[in-house]
């Protein structure tokens, strides 16, 4: 298991440090600063070993994390626990950095303690932390309180306290999506996909019990058999095959394998229901159509065309297409139908901003780019060009159909929760060759 | 508040402040001091002068400042043990105190405490807390089980918490289980013999009731321990899967991983025809490409998995080829695992794609990234013939580029896009001349050179240009001095006439002005061969080349079966068994895969192998028809029966090796480069095998007597001079102690339309093999061979193909050596050590039955721990004891013992009584099966007597036997 952990600054000066096992010595942490922080070259892989020791890291703007083992351990969970320790302490105080690590690094301290034993990961959901690792001390608590605590810490049910209450029961529910493209310079799709996450946010009274049901066509199909045929034609259309999801923990994956039916107690506050992948019927909200055309050895012509794809009754947002020139560009000119664009010559690109696009526009870009003669032999790579925007509607084709909640012993039913529902899909990659 | 001015105090004499600071009244001042003497601590300052001072503020209702003094303590402890025992009453009054945290926390931190002093305190205590009302007590006294093992393991067992322990498996709240299973499974890591973790269906079943309701954290630790259960039966195994695949949709990727682990191996159980195992197959691609969505170190960690299990079931991931193209802003790591993986994938249906991704990511910018990307451009040409064509053109494209390193990487991958197609693409030659003073790295520059001489024919200036190497050939490493006198060698024996001088240059080069040995000796061999004979030479150097096969980077099968075991672990992403890292005993068993059901009776506990197989009818060999069957299946595997190829005897060489012990060095960690050569980079091995049978990579066949027939058998012209040679390798190559018999005749030529068979068992640093000698004694010619077992008593089958690689002439014997597995199906024979086996050539096939001796079934780890031993013998019921007489033996105890030891026959303890030694001894069989002896000797008595005892109690006679052979040869 983990036998210790340590965090870094850039510098590679080490800010906490806790041993969990014997067969971690301090070497270890001179070690991974001489092996992996002061190295030089770029980082070849997560994961090290040095003199049978090894370590996993991950790094958050600059600081370093760093878990140590000498063990065959699961190196997934190690991974998982690492990005859970960077969850755990952005809830706590905010973004990680050197001055928020050594503020709270009695804390920090504090929680290594109690979500890690001996190397095990234990219960790390923040909302049960919360209830016991204060800065305030606990000495003021009832019995019950205490076993209140306890149990929840190690129940079933361990990312939700009781007894919480809203006057307004409230759930806001957002489909994120981001759409990824590769296509050829012939607009030939290469692969594309959608990885989406909804995200809930709830404050919902007692432990409610929720169901959560979207146009999943294996759903819709298996209802399409028994229920009306007329129905069934008219959502078939609808529905989205889903290559495959996961889900938060609060979600009974059993019923889901069995009956595919989404139901749980949801976590007080924001979290992360579900996170699924599409790859069919996806609809592209933007296509790219690139002419690059080398004018001997000291000048290119490029010429870009974007075209909306998506309902003309909808608007996109924060557009924004990038165009890489080589490096020996020593200047550009641009001519744009809409929008901005400008020559960045720092990062080697032509950037072209749009505001607002509606849905079946197209708009075009061109460019002069002059080149300095050079010696080098080595071709210019060519990276594609990428896009980025964000768009009102899911690009899966994902539509939320119910989120019913019952709560049994408290007085309200499902009627009386005030739910919202939004969509947003956004570029992830979304790159087009040239 | 800030903390962070705790991290600034540099002064001198801050000691001394401290310590006044920490004994002050106030206890605002109190935990500020601490807090300072925690902040010194992290950044690695000696602050444990201070401890009687810190260990003072630990009587505190303050939780904060409890927390920051057993940190404290857990660091220091170890150091200051005298003053630790200062700390212990608060521990044991903690423990009592109402709060279920305070609890908790005290009984945490004192196990983290190694002061064995401390420890005897712990007991109390923890034996309280591990019955405690609280759950969060008790999930926290389960681990501190753990940790007190960890420090004093004899106390551990002395007190009785493995059974408390054991009990906590069966507790009502989920997270107390899923620490138990971990503390558990850990502690019998390290105890690999005990019985500790007794999963049976009922235990089984109770950990699959929790893995539904506990953390993410405990689904893990419990799927991880279930992956080590083996079923009784594929139905069991069905039904685990079943429970255990809802898994699949967790958001944390390792509890996919782990559950994709438990079913990999449980999916080996299930019958292939069965629907369920279709289903399980597809039910695996979508979450292993979800996990490529993950961060990239996550990413990471399953493209090395995905590595792993796409060689184990291509089918599971065949058509997801897209999900693995590189993306522009991946990680370099993660970029060059999914090229690996894309090679995997590549064939005829998507070889088009896969090539226009490759050239892409051929015009990158980092290096490593690019070669990789040509190099696996000429992989795609090896694995996927049709594309060939397609790959020679795109790589002479990238040579046009000029791009130094991009030229070197391609000229080297064309060079073995000509050892798989030959004469096919030469016309290429040309334009890889061109480069030829461009190339700067050693691989590349030997490539060529291999290249030049083997098509030194149709080169008309191939002595200029070998000759123009020839000028700072001592600067040049060794690989390309190697392939440079290869090459002008096979120069000469094509145009004798116009390069006698440039061979001659050479081979004084080679002999007389190198002091490598390798070169040297090369060099001579060579030459001799020149001299006495070049119709000979010419034969031998020129011989027509084995093609190359398209898996050569493949991870050998049984290391790869173990990493499976290990999905989602560390061997899974260093790619090498967890012995090659990790220090000292833990976790270092081997792990195997399940056998498929059927043979599922070849089990893990005695009992059920024994009792299982015993009522199982006698066996008969099946008719002709159903073992014909069986022979035709087994021709159509890929076998290399047909194709002639040293590779495979190369291979066995390394294996060998390495399982004479090496691997307990620290440092071994190439095990899986040495299994598994890539192509372009033993090329001049192989190359040799083929040129002289073998005889330079004299140093790999040394320890591998097994290689020697096959090389050899891969040369018949070679005579003479060289015979001597392999003698004198066979003779040092026999090394083990293992005895072995005479071969003996096993079929008479009469029963076999000619052919005459007579072989012998041995057992070789690790590996069983049957060396068998076959004679062709008909008149006329014999090919095709291959070998097949009946179901046998210990699932005894061959590893590998018969490596009969050239026909067997008249009057020719040939031997060969046959690794053998024990995983093969299992039945009971009579008697049992009884071998019926099928030989099949191009004539006919043939049955004969041979006795193997049971010494060849005894593994390396059969040495019993004492205690165990003692444990055992008592346990096993006196009924199955059996008594010998072992006559003749002329041999002092220690004598006997060292001789036993040799064939894994372990002495544990001897004792003396009345001029009467007993020795007590464990075998363990390859099946797990455990036999325990006693041999008493009198010191003047040939006579020696022996009682054996196992719960299998058919196997003692055959044991005994053992013994009588070993002692007396």
């Not at chain 1, 933007?286 to 055309?293: E, G, N, S, T």
């Not at chain 2, 419990?222 to 083996?230: R, V």
């Not at chain 2, 990487?409 to 096919?424: G, L, Q, T």
């Amino acid at each position: 298991m983990i036998g210790g952990l340590f965090i870094y600054n850039h510098k590679g000066e080490v800010l906490i440090s806790r041993v969990y096992r014997d067969d971690i010595g301090r070497n270890a942490v001179d070690a991974f600063r001489v092996n992996v922080i002061h190295a030089r070259q770029q980082v070849r892989s997560p994961v090290t070993n040095i003199a049978r020791t090894s370590f996993f890291h991950v790094k958050r703007s600059n600081i370093w994390l760093a878990a140590v083992t000498k063990q065959n351990v699961n190196a997934a969970m190690v991974f998982e626990f690492l990005y859970k320790m960077c969850d755990v302490m952005t809830a706590y105080f905010g973004k990680i950095s050197e001055e928020n690590i050594k503020n709270n690094f009695v804390l920090i301290y504090e929680l290594l303690d109690e979500i890690l034993d001996f190397g095990y990961p234990q219960n790390s959901e923040t909302g049960a932390l919360k209830t016991f690792i204060t800065q305030q001390g606990i000495k003021g608590q009832t019995k019950e309180e205490q076993s209140q605590i306890t149990s929840q810490v190690t129940g079933q049910i361990g990312w939700r306290r009781e007894g919480i209450k809203y006057r307004r029961n409230e759930l806001f529910l957002d489909v994120l999506e981001s759409v990824n493209l590769l296509m050829s310079p012939q607009g030939q799709v290469l692969s594309a996909h959608v990885s989406g996450r909804v995200v809930m946010k709830s404050y919902l009274s007692g432990m409610p019990e929720c169901k959560f049901g979207m146009n999943d066509k294996i759903v819709i199909d298996k209802q399409g058999k028994g229920g009306t045929t007329d129905d069934a034609g008219k959502s078939g259309k609808q529905s989205i095959a889903i290559d495959d999801c996961t889900f938060h923990q609060c979600v009974r994956l059993s019923k889901f394998d069995s009956e595919r039916s989404i139901s749980f107690i949801p976590p007080d506050g924001e979290y992360e229901l579900m996170r699924y992948r599409t790859t069919k019927d996806i609809i592209l909200p933007f296509r790219v159509i690139p002419l690059v055309r080398e004018v001997g050895r000291t000048k290119l012509e490029v010429k870009v065309v974007i075209k909306s794809n998506f309902k003309p009754s909808l608007l996109a947002q924060k557009i924004e297409v990038r165009i890489p020139t080589p490096l020996n560009t020593s200047g550009v000119q641009v001519i744009c139908m809409k929008g901005k664009a400008k020559y960045k010559a720092s990062e080697n690109a032509i950037v072209w901003k749009i505001k607002r696009m509606a849905g079946m526009k197209e708009s075009q870009i061109s460019a002069e780019i002059e080149l300095l003669p050079t010696n080098d032999k080595k071709k210019w790579a060519r990276p594609p060009i990428s896009m980025n925007f964000e768009v009102p509607f899911a690009p899966s084709g994902l539509k939320v159909r119910y989120l019913k909640v019952f709560e049994s012993k408290l007085n309200y039913s499902d009627h009386d929760v005030i739910k919202w529902v939004r969509y947003i899909g956004r570029s992830g990659i979304y790159e087009t060759r040239c | 508040m800030t903390d962070s001015k705790y991290f600034t105090t540099t002064k001198k004499g801050e000691i001394f402040e401290l310590k006044a600071e920490l004994n002050s009244d106030k206890k605002e001042k109190k935990k500020e001091a601490v807090k300072k003497v925690i902040a010194s601590m992290t950044v690695g300052k000696d602050v444990s002068a201070l401890f009687p001072d810190v260990v003072n503020c630990m009587q505190t209702d303050n939780l904060e400042l409890k927390k920051l003094v057993y940190l404290y303590l857990m660091n220091y402890a170890k150091s200051q043990p005298d003053m630790a025992i200062m700390a212990v009453n608060t521990f044991v009054k903690d423990c009592e105190d109402p709060n279920p945290l305070i609890r908790a926390l005290a009984v945490r931190t004192m196990g983290c405490i190694r002061v064995d002093k401390i420890t005897e305190y712990l007991c109390e205590p923890l034996r309280k807390c591990l019955k405690d009302e609280d759950p969060y007590v008790r999930k926290t006294a389960a681990v501190c089980v753990a940790k007190l093992h960890d420090i004093n393991a004899q106390l551990v067992e002395d007190q009785g918490f493995l059974d408390t322990l054991k009990d906590l498996i069966s507790d009502s709240n989920p997270m107390v289980v899923a620490n138990a299973v971990a503390a558990l499974s850990e502690i019998a890591e390290s105890h690999p013999n005990s019985n500790l973790l007794d999963l049976n269906p009922q235990t089984i079943n109770k950990l699959l009731t929790a893995l539904n309701e506990c953390t993410e954290w405990g689904q893990i630790f419990i799927l991880d321990c279930l992956a080590n259960y083996t079923p009784r039966d594929d139905r069991e195994s069905q039904s685990i899967c079943e429970r255990v695949t809802p898994r699949l949709s967790h958001a944390n990727s390792a509890v996919v991983l782990s559950a994709v682990k438990v079913l990999m191996k449980f999916m080996e159980m299930l019958p292939k025809d069965l629907d369920y195992y279709g289903t399980l197959l597809k039910k695996l691609a979508p979450p292993l490409v979800t996990l490529l969505s993950a961060e990239p170190e996550l990413q990471y960690v399953a493209l090395r998995n995905i590595n792993l299990i796409v060689q184990k079931r291509p089918e599971i991931l065949k058509h997801e080829m897209k999900v693995f193209f590189v993306k522009y802003n991946d990680p370099i790591y993660v970029k060059l695992e999914k090229l690996d993986i894309m090679i995997r994938l590549a064939s005829q249906a998507n070889i088009a794609q896969v090539l226009a991704e490759l050239k892409e990511y051929a015009t990158e910018v980092d290096v490593d990234f690019v070669r990789k990307a040509v190099r696996a451009i000429g992989r795609c040409a090896i694995k996927v013939e049709q594309s060939a064509e397609r790959c020679v053109s795109t790589l002479l494209d990238l040579i046009q580029t000029k791009v130094n390193y991009v030229v070197q990487e391609a000229i080297v991958v064309i060079k073995d896009i000509f050892r798989k197609y030959p004469n096919k693409y030469e016309s290429v030659i040309a334009t890889l001349c061109e480069n030829l003073d461009s190339l700067d790295e050693p691989e590349a520059r030997a490539a060529m050179i291999w290249i030049v001489g083997e098509y030194a024919e149709r080169i008309d200036n191939a002595d200029e240009l070998l000759e123009s190497f020839l000028e700072g050939f001592h600067d040049e490493s060794t690989q390309v001095q190697l392939q440079l006198l290869t090459a002008i060698v096979k120069l000469f024996l094509k145009k004798p006439t116009e390069t006698q001088e440039l061979v001659q240059q050479v081979l004084s080069l080679a002999t007389q002005d190198s002091d490598n040995p390798d070169l040297r000796d090369r060099g001579y061999i060579y030459w001799r061969l020149l001299s006495t004979d070049p119709v000979a030479a010419k034969e031998v150097v020129l011989a027509e080349k084995p093609l190359i096969s398209e898996e050569t980077d493949l991870i050998e099968p049984t290391l790869l079966d173990e990493l499976i075991c290990h999905i989602g672990t560390l061997a899974s992403v260093y790619h090498k068994p967890p012995s090659a890292f990790v220090e000292g005993s833990r976790g270092v068993q081997h792990k195997r895969l399940p056998a498929r059901a059927g043979s599922g009776e070849s089990a893990e506990s005695p009992e059920v192998g024994q009792s299982g197989t015993s009522e199982a009818p006698p066996a008969v060999i099946p008719s002709q028809g159903d073992l014909l069957g069986d022979l035709l299946n087994l021709d159509l595997a890929p076998a290399t029966t047909t194709v002639p190829s040293v590779q495979p005897s190369m291979q066995m060489g390394a294996m060998d090796l390495l399982g004479g012990g090496l691997d307990s060095l620290p440092g071994v960690s190439h095990r899986t480069e040495m299994q598994s050569p890539q192509p372009s980079s033993d090329y001049s091995e192989r190359e040799l095998g083929g040129d002289i049978g073998g005889s330079p990579s004299m140093g790999a066949a040394l320890g591998a007597p097994a290689a020697m027939p096959a090389a050899l058998s891969n040369a018949p012209a070679v005579g003479g001079g060289l015979g001597d040679l392999f003698d004198l390798g066979g003779g040092v190559g026999m090394p083990t102690g293992f005895y072995v018999a005479p071969k003996t005749l096993f079929l008479p030529a009469m029963k076999a339309k000619g052919l005459e068979i007579s072989g012998t068992f041995a057992r070789r640093g690790g590996i069983i093999q049957m060396d068998l000698s076959l004679t062709n004694k008909a008149m006329s010619v014999m090919t095709d061979f291959a070998i097949q077992f009946n179901r046998n008593s210990f699932g005894l089958a061959p590893a590998g193909p018969l490596q009969v690689l050239t026909p067997l002439t008249p009057n020719q014997t040939i031997d060969v050596s046959l690794p053998l597995g024990t995983t093969g199906p299992v039945m009971k024979m009579e008697p049992l050590n009884n071998l019926q086996v099928a030989v099949k050539n191009n004539i006919d096939v043939f049955y004969f039955s041979c006795q193997y001796p049971l010494s060849l079934l005894f593994v390396e780890d059969g040495k019993m721990e004492r205690q165990v031993f003692l444990a055992t013998w008592k346990d096993i019921p006196n009924d199955n004891e059996a008594q010998f007489q072992i006559k003749d033996v002329h041999l002092n105890s220690d004598a006997a013992s060292n001789k036993l030891q040799g064939s894994n026959i372990f002495t544990i303890a001897k004792r003396t009584v009345d001029a009467q030694d007993m020795l007590y001894q464990s075998i363990k069989l390859t099946n797990g099966i455990w036999v325990l002896a006693e041999m008493r000797v009198q010191t003047g008595n040939p006579n020696y007597t022996l009682s054996i005892k196992c719960r299998a109690p058919e196997v003692s006679q055959f044991v005994y036997q053992c013994y009588e052979l070993v002692l007396k040869n």
